[in-house]
């Protein structure tokens, strides 16, 4: 018999993932396969399998698991791919990429962040993860290069100072926009002077620290 926890794990991906269209096989494994109530914090475990953003601290959240479902699928992460994500949070959705790809450089402003995920991510077996803490969210690692680059929160603007970090080939993730509803874009690097843009979905998430929209003021 399952337990309560498998039960909700199948729930989560069969009935909120899937049904959104979220069908790669790859990914759906992902949420099969990685626990996500490790990740979610203590106060927080009857929302770890919720179609809802879970408060972490500092006023910033987990993406709902469909949204992060959906972003895995457009971003298509390959095994041989090198991935840089912008907002470790609690370190799930980087433990997703690093399922999915061949290394992850993650970054986050908070310490505590960091360190939490960290010594999960080594507690789980994640090795070709490299955590790292600063303010990035105007960019990091500005003189190397990647196939994937993921906002994990939402932006005021694309980061068009990443676009050059991107490999031909390789796929820039933001949730962008000042208004209520945010819109989630990929920028594709066609060639060393072409980008391609798509807006793929709308939806609703915490900014990073630093990313919010600027306040104007008129006399």
């Not at 874009?185 to 915490?206: H, I, K, P």
Request: overall charge negative; charged content about 25%; glycine content about 8%.
């Amino acid at each position: 018999m399952p337990t309560d926890i498998e039960l909700a794990r199948f729930n989560m991906v069969e009935q909120q993932i899937r049904p959104w269209d979220v069908l790669d096989k790859r990914v759906l494994e992902v949420f099969f396969n990685v626990p996500r109530e490790r990740f979610v914090p203590d106060d927080q475990q009857s929302h770890a399998f919720a179609d809802v953003a879970v408060p972490i601290g500092h006023g910033q959240t987990m993406l709902p698991p469909v949204v992060e479902g959906r972003i895995l699928q457009h971003l298509q992460v390959q095994p041989s791919e090198r991935v840089l994500e912008i907002g470790t949070g609690t370190g799930f959705f980087t433990a997703a990429l690093a399922s999915l790809g061949n290394s992850v450089r993650s970054v986050d402003i908070f310490k505590d962040f960091t360190e939490r995920a960290g010594g999960l991510l080594a507690d789980l077996g994640f090795e070709r993860v490299v955590l790292e803490t600063g303010d990035a969210h105007d960019g990091w690692a500005a003189d190397e290069r990647f196939d994937v680059i993921v906002y994990t929160g939402a932006r005021a603007e694309m980061p068009e100072s990443n676009y050059r970090q991107l490999n031909i080939g390789g796929r820039l993730l933001a949730i962008t926009g000042t208004g209520p509803i945010q819109t989630v874009s990929m920028v594709t690097r066609e060639s060393e002077t072409q980008f391609r843009t798509d807006s793929l979905f709308e939806t609703r998430t915490a900014y990073l620290i630093g990313a919010e929209p600027q306040a104007t003021f008129s006399l």
